[in-house]
């Protein structure tokens, strides 16, 4: 059975002290895994889709990489305004297009 | 840029009540998803649909129905509107092919059911 685990569940940051977020999985086949930020009350925003083991994409401060196990989220000097939950989906080969989600890892970075 | 819409923020309605949620997306994609969220639970996908007219059930359908009368448009149906269902509601859409599958989502519906 296709399973997506997200740690830590809850992370409590200091500006500027940087962090890693686990997003592991297991399904048959890899279609892709994506990352969203989630702000509160709010439907959750796209921030990377990744393919392949060994790929990284990068946006601001965040970084997503990609292994066959397990992808990483970095945060690198966080900010106050990266506060959110961050959640990660994989697609499966077999899917239809329907995401796995894992259930989150919610952020909070204090001043 | 990207646009998913949906019709209602909040929504308050009484049980047994028949609610419709619409959502739009202005990117020509193929598929339109229905998920709803709840604390502890993550999201969880009611009905998707990869074409007009088509629609394919989710890993929690019982006690909703999906119409897709349009490409842009696909709305969810609770037919009596029950407790249980008192939850924050969201549609996304995607299109066909590598590179493209990704789902963007909406602003969410939060529902009341009283």
């Known amino acids: 059975e296709d399973q997506v685990t997200q740690s830590p569940e809850a992370l409590r940051l200091q500006e500027g002290e940087s962090s890693s977020l686990n997003c592991s999985y297991t399904v048959s086949g890899l279609r892709g895994l994506f990352w969203y930020r989630q702000d509160p009350g709010k439907g959750p925003e796209f921030l990377f889709t990744?393919?392949?083991a060994g790929e990284e994409k990068e946006k601001e401060r965040l970084k997503a990489t990609l292994t066959k196990k397990e992808s990483f989220l970095h945060i690198t000097a966080p900010k106050p305004e990266d506060s959110a939950t961050y959640l990660c989906a994989v697609l499966p080969t077999d899917s239809w297009g329907k995401l796995q989600f894992g259930a989150g890892t919610q952020v909070v970075v204090t001043p | 840029d990207v646009k998913v819409t949906q019709s209602s923020r909040y929504l308050v309605k009484r049980t047994g009540e028949k609610v419709f949620l619409e959502c739009v997306q202005d990117m020509d994609h193929e598929n339109m998803f229905w998920y709803r969220q709840d604390p502890g639970l993550g999201l969880r996908l009611i009905y998707f649909s990869y074409d007009v007219k088509m629609k394919e059930k989710g890993d929690i359908p019982e006690g909703y129905s999906v119409s897709r009368e349009k490409k842009e448009r696909f709305s969810l149906i609770l037919e009596s509107a029950s407790t249980n269902q008192t939850s924050m509601y969201l549609c996304a859409s995607s299109s066909e092919g590598r590179e493209e599958e990704t789902q963007y989502f909406g602003p969410g519906t939060r529902l009341l059911v009283l």
């Open positions: 990744l393919y392949s």
